[in-house]
């Protein structure tokens, strides 16, 4: 969306709420500070878990809070105070790993986005947001907004539904706001979930008119592919081999609208495959996801000059693959 000064507010990124009332310069700023900060932080954060420094991933993780409360990335903001609360009540380790690593994996991805958005023709950052990216950026706010209001943050979840409802404007925002502010938690918890429940449908709405659409999954574990399969089969039609070469060779007969490639494969690694598809006449500004186990900077970073347009860590889940292929396909 534009201000009437005709500035871009921002409005097109993934995961960014930005009330209209904040000026232009203000979030421009917060928005370079994040893109400059966050692939070492987030590094500092994987390295520090692993090597179970957790004073210093609670550090990092208020600073990742702060960056990301001041471009408005409410959802992940939430994700990531809830992550820390489990750090400080000392929770398993593995599960705490699990979180961790799919929150590092959408800073990666929220920083990607607004880098794009940074080097993008003006027309280009425009663009409003996509209906299918729109469903989805609600439903992760409104799953936020449950969390918070389970957790007791009443206040929070008040402030996010104000914001939610002027960025939108939806009726429904309105009800959910007066179920807060009259104490009726449960209702409200109740509520929230069915909003987002009628946004990851619509998303399945959207997603069922791309069934011509064409993905090509090459990962050199036969469970990942049939988990993508899984989480795919009846929106897009699914090609899914274990290796480079193979890809290559459905290549020759069929088109495909996305990629999606493992980075650490034999025989061909993700990123010398992305290199030949982006040299493959056709294919220079097909949509490229990685999904991987490695979300450290210097992969990121890697991963962007070999063309990929958006980073996935592995474990992820059914409805986070379909709406990141959704946002490109839909």
């Not at 928005?31 to 400059?36: P, S, T």
């Not at 069934?211 to 039609?237: C, M, N, T, W």
């Not at 494969?265 to 999904?291: C, K, N």
């Amino acid at each position: 969306m534009i201000s009437n000064d005709g500035k871009v507010y921002f409005r097109s990124i993934p995961g960014l709420m930005v009330p209209r009332a904040i000026k232009y310069e203000v979030i421009h700023t917060n928005i370079n500070k994040f893109i400059d900060l966050i692939p070492e932080l987030a590094e500092k954060l994987e390295n520090n878990f692993l090597n179970k420094r957790y004073e210093f991933v609670l550090k990092n993780m208020e600073l990742a809070l702060s960056l990301l409360r001041n471009v408005y990335a409410r959802w992940l903001e939430t994700e990531g105070s809830a992550i820390l609360r489990r750090i400080k009540n000392d929770d398993a380790a593995a599960v705490l790993w699990l979180r961790l690593k799919s929150f590092i994996s959408d800073l990666a991805s929220l920083s990607i986005e607004m880098q794009k958005a940074q080097n993008a023709e003006s027309e280009e950052a425009e663009e409003t947001v996509s209906e299918s990216e729109a469903h989805a950026d609600m439903a992760k706010n409104l799953s936020a907004v449950g969390e918070l209001i389970d957790g007791g943050e009443y206040e929070s979840a008040q402030s996010m539904i104000e914001e939610m409802e002027e960025y939108n404007q939806e009726v429904a925002f309105v009800e959910l706001l007066d179920l807060v502010m009259s104490k009726k938690y449960g209702e409200a918890e109740v509520l929230a979930c069915k909003l987002k429940e009628k946004h990851l449908e619509a998303i399945s709405q959207v997603s069922e008119a791309n069934q011509s659409k064409i993905i090509l999954a090459v990962d050199d574990r036969p469970e990942i592919l049939s988990f993508i399969s899984g989480a795919l089969k009846g929106h897009y039609k699914v090609f899914g081999v274990t290796g480079g070469k193979a890809a290559l060779k459905v290549m020759e007969s069929q088109s495909p609208d996305l990629f999606i490639l493992d980075i650490d494969m034999p025989e061909m690694d993700g990123y010398q495959l992305a290199g030949i598809v982006r040299s493959t006449a056709g294919h220079e500004l097909t949509p490229i996801i990685f999904l991987t186990g490695n979300s450290s900077r210097e992969h990121v970073l890697k991963a962007i000059k070999a063309g990929c347009n958006d980073f996935i860590v592995k474990p992820t889940s059914h409805d986070n693959l379909l709406v990141k292929v959704g946002k490109y396909l839909n």
